[in-house]
């Protein structure tokens, strides 16, 4: 983070350290040739004023000049003098250049202190000195020391000699350089901050672009939900990656990865949890990849993950297993812990695509074939899964068009009486036309429309078309309908039902729904008080397929069935001559009964089964031995014909029903 901030303000900081040192540099040069114009303004001034005094007293020139003293303290007080001017001390020098007078020598000071008539060094001022015309002065100052100036001795355009002073500056120089030293700091601080703030404002815009430019490089490339790789990334690096593979032929696989049931989280808990869903699984997909593998997210519940150096067959294996140990691990949404679940479809590089168009398409349809199979932990792309798609995809366009016009039909298959005399009602069964005049199976149109979220509105077609056909058979006739655990979703079953029972005019007693037992393994309460609601309707509740689930016993106590219906399976059984088969129809027949239940038995093919079934005591039975599921049009004409004379309990029907029944045919 360091070294990328680093790359990113580098630049800017150094511009700014750099111009923050130049105005620093360049007040501190400014501060120390002002001390020194200072420091010489004050000694030329000092030297003027001290060879004025000497011109202005002759008698005090002349003892200095020639060392014969009119006045014996006439060098007395010129030193005084000096002294209160700062001088510290003076030399004089006659016209020649030579030196007449030396208050103090430096060379000497150890033995020779200031006394009357001064000193002599034998120094000699230098012949372009003496050169020198009009009024001049020269100011040597090296900074450290005290400073000196020279000053010719000029009386009358006559020049008597000269005097060179050294004045006591160090004390002012420190004041020079206080002083200027607080004003350049005043400075400073003023031009940094003229300057720094606008560097501020520009470093902070500058951040604050590259953050814009960092989050746009970053949603473009990127799925803001997971922080994964996005589609157009995926297929631009996994592009890179092939590139690379063709020469060094590196098996790899591609895998879709689909997330089980997100539609469901979404409408059963909100969008929230699903996305908490997509941030966990996507979390538990990227702890698993190694390096190299690039993983993205590519639909709204589908992964991408492209998995680099497949040496072994069993290496695929391993790697789905440890998809699946991952992603099925519990996680609490809502206050619900569920276990996520993923279908898993795989394209092989090189011989399923070179491309990622290619691997995408060919994964995508092994995930298809994988979560309508619901077998093994992934499936491979096989080249006969294109044409199961294409005709996957013709089946889910009927699907949709017979969804938006009503395109269904239902069949009706007859439910009969144990002995098999008498016609009590039927379960309704759908259909969809494949436009050829043939039907298309039910078990290849229910698994797509489950898939696209039609059930619901075909389920409800479902109950409005059989209470309206019911409504025009005899009243002694109900209709059983299966009902979706998607239909107990959204919470407005009872209400669908009520509008169909009143639209069709009849009671809930002619009205029986059918449901599965792994209906009630999930959300169990709410499924159960909606049975309850449709019970208050006069509704009868069956649980079908009894016998091939979970079985769950405790479900019998805690919603009262009306009625079980053993699956048909247990037909199958009999014929095949499996053993315990009897005993085990017996038990379920005994406890039904015990528990004040109806038992339908499906799948009845044959006379040996009636009879076994009739001396069981079973109630009802449904099967191809008594007609398949046949349309309204055959049942008027056939069924309800050959059972005209034995409905219901065994009476003729009333008046009403016979309306009814002439009126259907």
Known sequence: MIVSKLRRYGTSVAVGVAIAAFVIVSTLVLGSRTVGRLVDSAMREKGASFAHLLVSKDDALSAFLTGIARSPDAEAAIRDLAALSGIDSFVVFDSQGRETYRSRSDRYEWLLRDRP????????????????????????????????????????GVTLGYVSIDGEMNGEREVYRSALMRGSIALLAVVLLATGTPMLLYVRRQRKMQEADDRIYFLANHDPLT?????????????????????????????????????????????????????????????????????????PDDFALLRRRINEDGDLAALARRIIDAVNEPVELMGHIMRPRVSIGVAMLPQDGRT?????????????????????????????????????????????????????????????SGDGSRLLGFEALVRMPDGNGGFVSPATFIPIAEARGYVKAIGSWVLREATRQIAQWPEELFVAVNLSAVQFRDGDLIDIVKQALEDAGISGERLEIEVVE??????????????????????????????????????LWRFPFDKLKIDQSFMFAFDNGEPNVPEIISTIVSLAHQMRMKVTAEGVETREQVDLLSSFGCDQLQGYFFAQPTSPEQIAAEILTRFSARLGHGKEPQPRALRRLETAV
């Not at 450290?144 to 000029?154: A, F, G, I, M, R």
């Not at 309508?372 to 995809?393: C, I, N, P, V």
């Open 356 to 416: 990622h168009n290619e691997l995408l398409k060919h994964s995508s349809l092994a995930l298809i074939y994988h979560k309508a199979a619901k077998s093994g932990d992934y499936a491979l792309f096989e080249a006969s899964m294109d044409e199961e798609t294409h005709r996957r995809r013709e089946v889910e366009a009927m699907v949709r068009r017979a969804v938006e016009n009503d395109g269904f039909s239902l069949f009706y298959q007859p439910i009969v």
């Open 518 to 555: 792994s209906l009630l393994l999930e959300r169990s309460d709410d499924i159960l008080a909606q049975l309850n609601d449709l019970k208050t309707l006069g509704i009868s509740i069956g649980m079908d397929d009894f016998g091939t689930g979970y079985s769950s016993l405790g479900y």
């Open 227 to 299: 922080h994964l790789l996005n589609r157009t990334r995926m297929q631009e690096e996994t592009d890179r990656v092939l590139a690379t593979a063709r020469a060094t032929r590196e098996r790899m696989a591609y895998c879709c990865i689909d997330i089980d049931g997100l539609g469901d989280v979404n409408d059963t808990l909100g969008q929230s949890s699903g996305d908490q869903l997509l941030r966990v699984v996507a979390s538990r997909l990227s702890s698993i990849i190694d390096g190299g593998d690039l993983l993205a997210r590519v639909g």
């Open 117 to 156: 008539g001064g000193v002599r060094t034998g120094d000699h001022l230098s012949d372009p000195v003496l050169a020198k015309t009009g009024a001049w002065q020269i100011v040597y100052d090296d900074g450290q020391s005290n400073p000196s100036v020279l000053t010719p001795l000029v009386r009358d």
